[in-house]
């Protein structure tokens, strides 16, 4: 096994969602449904069996939301290329940034601040949610809460690809996760997206 796959590997069996900084493994960019299908299955689910995302999984969903597709540009369109989105990840364990240039999740907050989000029937039980979190320093709120929209999407047809479920979410607690996530007067919320395995 070569040492990065040994890393991910000792990642994921000791629960990757505990550690530091992670280094994703790298994404596939390859393979799932052709898209005529995945836009077929794409759908909002709601009920989700409490269960990790492997290590590849999280690294493909993160790069389908926001990765880097080549030279400073990524798989979503963005008002004047500004890039003004940052996308957060929650688990039970913290909240991460999502690092794409450097393919990592880089902690920001330790603990669970799950309550935050509402909807704990859904939050609780979804491997994972994306904050999807516009910088206005970069961008306006309406390009920001455009923007976020094309990743939103994106991780809807990679879920309806993968078998997962996704569900886009405005009903959050602003001020609590605002709080919670540390984040600035420059920084707002657009929309949370949980995403997990569907319960059959
Ligand atoms: C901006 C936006 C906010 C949403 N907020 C919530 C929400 O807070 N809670 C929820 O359960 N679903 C939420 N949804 C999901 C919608 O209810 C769902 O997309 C809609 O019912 C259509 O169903 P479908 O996605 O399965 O086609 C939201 C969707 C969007 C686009």
């Known amino acids: 096994m070569k040492r990065g796959s040994l890393a991910i590997a000792l990642l994921c069996l ?42 590849q999984t999280l690294s493909d969903l993160l790069w389908a939301a926001y990765g880097f597709n080549r030279e400073g540009k990524r798989t979503t369109p963005s008002s004047q290329n500004r890039q003004e989105v940052d996308v957060y990840v929650m688990f039970s364990s913290g909240i991460y940034l999502y690092d794409a240039k450097a393919n990592k999740l880089i902690l920001k907050e330790k603990g669970d601040f799950r309550t935050a989000l509402g909807q704990p029937d859904i939050s609780n039980n979804a491997s994972l949610s994306l904050i999807y979190v516009i910088n206005l320093d970069k ?62």
């Open 139 to 200: 961008n306006s709120r309406d390009a920001g809460l455009m923007d976020a929209g094309f990743s939103i999407q994106n991780v809807y047809l990679y879920c309806a690809s993968a078998g997962l479920g996704a569900v886009a979410r405005g009903s959050f607690t602003r001020p609590d996760l605002h709080d919670a996530m540390k984040l600035t007067d420059k920084q707002e919320v657009a929309l949370v997206q949980a995403v997990g395995y569907i319960k059959q």
């Open 14 to 55: 000791a629960g990757y969602v505990s550690a530091q900084d992670i280094q994703l493994a790298p994404p596939s960019k390859t393979g799932g449904k052709p898209l005529m299908e995945a836009l077929n299955g794409r759908q909002s689910h709601r009920s989700f069996e409490k269960k990790d995302l492997p290590a």
